[in-house]
């Protein structure tokens, strides 16, 4: 499995079997719920190791219609996780690294990478930053999981 690779039904199963520590729960959506609430411009994406699915992530293409922080050309990075197996492995912070170039791939033309990130979210801040996303010195207040830092990467 590449590294980055977009979600298919059929791997439905696998990525429902990713888990996340206590400490992070929080921070992200239970996935159930969040492979229901796919659509054509918010998709799904998963980060591999060797043959297994060890992460996963959403593109929102339409971040910008609800997030007015968010430029017109931009889209959105959501629920970004490694499963708790996975973490130590650097598999985060290569995929944030060639997440650029993957946009490229599938056809996704966009200026920036918008995301949230929780105030209290210690481990993933400075992660963030590492792979060039840059904080806007604004926070987010409506998302219903605490203060969030609201970071933005030039693509």
């Known amino acids: 499995m590449p590294l980055l690779s977009p979600y298919r039904p059929e791997q439905q199963d696998r990525v429902l079997a990713l888990s996340l520590h206590e400490a992070q729960q929080p921070f992200v959506a239970p996935i159930a719920q969040t492979l229901a609430e796919l659509q054509p411009r918010l998709s799904a994406h998963l980060i591999g190791h060797g043959d297994q699915v060890a992460g996963f ?9 609800h997030y007015p922080f968010a430029s017109a050309d931009s889209v959105g990075l959501r629920s970004f996780f490694i499963d708790q197996r996975f973490q130590g492995l650097g598999l985060a912070k290569r995929s944030l690294q060639a997440l650029p170039a993957y946009l490229q791939a599938q056809g996704l033309a966009a200026a920036a990478v918008f995301l949230t990130v929780n105030c209290k979210n210690a481990a993933a801040i400075p992660l963030y930053r590492q792979c060039g996303f840059e904080d806007t010195g604004a926070l987010y207040l409506d998302g219903g999981y605490g203060p969030q830092h609201i970071m933005r990467l030039a693509l």
């Open 57 to 65: 992530f959403l593109i929102d293409q339409d971040y910008a219609q």
